[in-house]
């Protein structure tokens, strides 16, 4: 996995974080998705990770993928 990603982003009608916010919920349920339903061998290892992160967090369910926040640059 990598460990960081860079976009592009414009949008005319909504505004960076939500777009942010839509785009980190889509791919955590994808990622996890798929971590599950393909033959990875570090799956435990990495759906571990994801819930201690979870763990300490009301309002993570069960694992967390991403970092807080983000850094736009203009």
Do not use: C
């Amino acid at each position: 996995m990598a460990s960081h990603l860079h976009m592009i982003i414009s949008s005319i009608d909504e505004e960076l974080p939500s777009i942010m916010r839509d785009f980190k919920r889509h791919t955590n349920k994808e990622l996890i998705e798929t971590i599950n339903q393909i033959n990875e061998s570090r799956r435990e290892w990495i759906l571990s990770l994801f819930s201690e992160v979870a763990d300490g967090i009301q309002r993570v369910r069960k694992y967390k993928v991403w970092q807080d926040g983000n850094h736009p640059e203009l």
